[in-house]
C-alpha cells in the first residue's frame, strides 16, 4: 500500500488534483506504453467521503479547464437493464430465486464484453472529455467484477486516462502480479496492468 493511501482525504485530494490536472498525466506521459488505467482505491468506511471529493475534484478539474467523463457502473446497470425492457422483470422476481440464480441472471444480461463494455464505447464516443472516471464498483459486486470491466476496455479506453474508484485495496507482488481486493477481504488473483494512482509522480 502506497504511503499516500493512509494519508487524511484532503491530502489525496490534493494529489489527485494535481496530478490529473497535469499535462503529463493527461497525455499519457510516464507510464510506457502500458494502457493508461489508474486504481484509486479507498477504504469501505471512506465511501461517502470520497463521494463528496470525486465531485469536488470533478468540479475543480473543470475550472482548470479538464473535462471529466463520469460513469458509474450501477447506474449504467440500471439503464442497460430499463433500455431492454427487463429491469421491472427482475424487480419482480428477486424474492422468488436464490441469490445465485439472480447473480447468474444478472452476469449474463449484463456480461461486460456483449454489453457493458459497448454501452461505456458509446458514452466515449458520445462525450468531449479528458479523463474518465469510473465508480459504482461496489454497487454492482458480485455480477460485475472490477477486473472484467479493466480487461474489457483495454481496447476501448485506450487513449485518456481512466482512474477507477475503487473500495478495497490495490496490491501489487511480483509473485502473483496485482490484485484488485474488494472492501479490503475479497481478494482476486488476475493480473491487472493498471497503476496506483497514488504512486503517480507529478
Known amino acids: 500500500m502506497s504511503s499516500l493511501e493512509t494519508k487524511p482525504l484532503s491530502e489525496r485530494f490534493e494529489h489527485l488534483l494535481s496530478v490529473i490536472s497535469g499535462q503529463k498525466f ?3 506521459q510516464g507510464i510506457g506504453n502500458e494502457v493508461p488505467f489508474f486504481i484509486c482505491s479507498y ?3 471512506e465511501s461517502i467521503d470520497m463521494e ?3 465531485k469536488q475534484l470533478i468540479k475543480q478539474l473543470h475550472q482548470k479547464g479538464v473535462h471529466v467523463l463520469e460513469i458509474n457502473l450501477y447506474d449504467l446497470a440500471i439503464e442497460l437493464l430499463q433500455e431492454r425492457d427487463i429491469f421491472q422483470q ?9 441469490k445465485e440464480e439472480l447473480k447468474e441472471l444478472l452476469q449474463n444480461v449484463l456480461d461486460s464484453e456483449e454489453h457493458l463494455i459497448p454501452a461505456i464505447s458509446k458514452k466515449l464516443q458520445d462525450s468531449d472529455f479528458n479523463i474518465l472516471f469510473l465508480s ?4 454492482v459486486f458480485p455480477y460485475i467484477r472490477s477486473h472484467n470491466v479493466i480487461n474489457n476496455l483495454q481496447s476501448t479506453a485506450k487513449d485518456k486516462p481512466t482512474a477507477m474508484f475503487f473500495t ?6 511480483l509473485e502473483s502480479g496485482a490484485s484488485l481486493d474488494l472492501f479490503g477481504l475479497l481478494q482476486d488473483d488476475k493480473y491487472y496492468r493498471a497503476f496506483n494512482i497514488y504512486e503517480y509522480k507529478v
Open 90 to 98: 427482475i424487480l419482480e422476481i428477486e424474492s422468488s430465486v436464490s
Open 43 to 45: 477504504e469501505p468506511k
Open 26 to 28: 493527461l497525455q499519457n
Open 136 to 139: 459504482g464498483v461496489g454497487e
Open 168 to 173: 478495497g485495496e490495490y496490491t501489487h507482488s
Open 52 to 54: 463528496l471529493i470525486k
